[in-house]
């Protein structure tokens, strides 16, 4: 069981069933707007590629075929030209029992084998995009009523959706391909991309180059989309992709981004899981890559993103789950790394990684999360949420109650494109914890340098003590007042091997830097009340005059700082200074034989340490040196 489920008895993990995907086999209902045109597909088959064939519709250039089967494409290419008058249109299914494609794949399915690309689905006018037309489905009868009974074989060839207002449902799209929205205002949901018929494994588009996984995605151009309830596994560009700046208000809900149909992951053996190489392994379980987003004010809510691995070249950045830019997006309750049955099975790169400004994350529950990102040194960022923007428009970042367990080391962090103000801003510190009374202020860096943080909001995290950084329930948040002062009451009192981390978000501009309102800060590390204790390492043995080196470690690893060394040692000046890490280097020689005593005090915000470490000098003192002065 992932950590986080243990802790629930704080009562703030308990929002994640509203976000639940919808479970397998309840996704697929028959919604549709009531038709003034109903289109008929009865055959499986795809016999010609002429644009000009309808199914039952007369005009000056198209007319039905001469063989009086409705295809899919005719039923296109009709719905495409017939006039606003006979709109709303719905193409519903009727394939016999006895259809060449019946059961093909998959009991209780028939498949549709396009023989080239399917058009575009268009509208009569172009001055006029209102399509109206529904594509559903389940109105096949005596179909499978639990997955799609309409399954599309693309020969990897994408469709195209031209028109707006249009509704495509619970069918699936396999052999590669991908579904193209070009248009404002459509719905696509219950549709499965990259799957096999049975949906419990990934349909590679071709066997002999496996590097091109199954499917292209979905891809949206245009605004006001909803993409719901889908599930695309083996994309080889991002599962769902909004493309360009000018696109808004689409809303990304509850879809299952790398899993099987039932929202699961196959277990994979721990030796080549998100193992970067470009050799396909076919016991391995490459989910392809997540979604990623521009464009402004979109809403992407309710995903799970779970498995995500291509094959690639081991120097090549692993996927990211979610990658976000562009402006005042909302990303919320979403789960990555944790599939339908509660498995941790993580992702091979970064989880969230964030640019632009306004947007929102929160609510996001986060498990095995990998690093994805170097900076320009190479040095990996070892972060589950990472912000990384160098432009005069990057601010106003929020995440806050986000559940991270068991990631690559941070909760959150900045690249070094992120302006210096936010990198080094210190979110609150705890400065009493009294049963379940906690009194705090604003953050103070090593040197004891202090980030004033008037009136922000500060959240309370509950960790374990292991060297992680980890929030593994958010206990809820507090104001803080003019002074960056606060007080907030624990649900109960912390057990022997819980901490507290914080972080801070501004209610006002200017607070970090020139950043704006809403602003969240890097999370802190652990407020720890327990037993902290000092391991000193080092030489036992030495000699007079020789320079001797010791690591001094604190456990728990993470206590926030600002955190107090006081070393003394014997025939040695004290040394006292303010550290900021939990894992320090000292280098100290004694000029005399014997045996001498190291001292190491810690001053944590909320507990103190002393270790000890001896060792034996031995040697004759080394002879008093005197210059030569000629006069």
């Not at 809403?299 to 950045?317: C, L, S, W």
């Not at 103000?421 to 040197?447: C, H, K, S, W, Y």
Request: glycine letters at 10%.
């Amino acid at each position: 069981m992932i950590k986080w489920l243990s802790l629930l008895f704080f009562g703030t993990a308990l929002w994640v069933a509203a976000f639940l995907p919808i479970g397998p086999g309840s996704a697929f209902a028959q919604d549709r707007t009531e038709a003034t045109v109903t289109i008929t597909v009865n055959s499986s088959e795809d016999p010609d590629t002429s644009l000009s064939h309808t199914c039952t519709f007369s005009s000056s250039d198209k007319q039905p075929a001469t063989d009086g089967k409705c295809t899919l494409r005719r039923a296109i290419v009709e719905a495409s030209v017939r006039p606003q008058s006979d709109r709303p249109i719905a193409i519903v299914f009727n394939l016999t029992e006895d259809d060449v494609n019946r059961n093909r794949d998959a009991a209780d399915t028939w498949t549709i084998v396009l023989t080239d690309t399917l058009p575009m689905l268009t509208t009569d006018s172009p001055a006029n995009p209102n399509g109206q037309v529904t594509l559903d489905g389940a109105t096949q009868p005596g179909g499978r009523n639990s997955a799609p009974p309409i399954l599309i074989d693309t020969g990897d060839r994408p469709w195209e959706i031209g028109s707006e207002n249009n509704q495509i449902r619970n069918v699936a799209l396999f052999n590669g391909g991908a579904i193209v929205i070009r248009a404002d205002n459509n719905l696509v949901e219950n549709v499965w991309l990259g799957l096999n018929a049975d949906g419990q494994s990934i349909r590679l588009r071709n066997p002999a180059d496996p590097r091109r996984l199954a499917t292209g995605g979905i891809v949206i151009l245009s605004s006001d989309n909803i993409v719901r309830n889908n599930t695309i596994a083996g994309a080889f560009t991002p599962a769902i992709h909004v493309v360009g700046s000018d696109t808004r208000d689409n809303q990304i809900l509850q879809n299952q981004i790398g899993t099987r149909a039932d929202g699961t992951v196959p277990v994979v053996s721990a030796n080549i899981a998100c193992l970067r190489t470009l050799t396909y392994n076919a016991n391995n379980w490459y989910g392809g890559r997540g979604i990623s987003i521009a464009g402004r004010n979109h809403t992407i809510a309710g995903n799970r993103i779970v498995g995500i691995h291509v094959v690639q070249a081991p120097f090549d950045k692993p996927p990211t789950a979610l990658s976000i830019t562009g402006n005042n997006h909302m990303v919320d309750g979403n789960f990555i790394g944790l599939d339908h049955e509660e498995s941790a099975i993580g992702v091979c790169g970064q989880a969230i990684e964030i640019s632009g400004n306004g947007t929102k994350v929160l609510n996001n529950t986060i498990v095995h999360s990998r690093s994805g990102f170097a900076d320009t040194a190479g040095n990996a960022l070892n972060s589950a949420i990472l912000a990384d923007d160098s432009s005069a428009d990057f601010g106003a970042i929020t995440v806050r109650a986000n559940i991270v367990d068991s990631g690559p080391g941070d909760v959150y962090a900045f690249g070094p494109l992120t302006a210096a103000a936010l990198r080094e801003f210190v979110p609150a510190r705890i400065i009493g914890i009294t049963d379940t009374q906690v009194t705090g202020g604003n953050g103070m860096d090593a040197v004891g340098n202090v980030s004033a943080c008037p009136n922000c909001i500060v959240d309370l995290y509950v960790d374990d003590v292991d060297e992680i950084g980890e929030t593994l329930a958010h206990l809820g948040s507090a104001r803080a007042d003019a002074s960056g002062a606060f007080t907030f009451t624990l649900p109960q009192p912390l057990t022997a091997n819980q901490a507290i981390r914080t972080a801070s978000t501004t209610t006002a501009a200017g607070v970090i830097g020139n950043l704006g309102a809403g602003t969240t800060t890097a999370f802190s590390g652990l407020f720890y009340l327990g037993d902290v204790s000092v391991e000193i390492g080092g030489p036992i043995e030495g000699e007079v005059g020789e320079f001797l080196r010791f690591t001094i470690k604190v456990t728990p690893v993470e206590l926030a700082t600002p955190l107090t060394l006081s070393i003394s040692s014997t025939d040695n000046t004290p040394l006292i200074g303010a550290v900021d890490t939990t894992t320090g280097l000292v280098t100290l020689r004694w000029m005399t034989p014997g045996v001498k005593t190291l001292t190491v005090n810690v001053d944590s915000p909320l507990a103190t340490a002393t270790g000890m470490h001896q060792i034996e000098i031995t040697g004759p003192r080394p002879p008093l040196y005197l210059p030569n002065v000629s006069r």
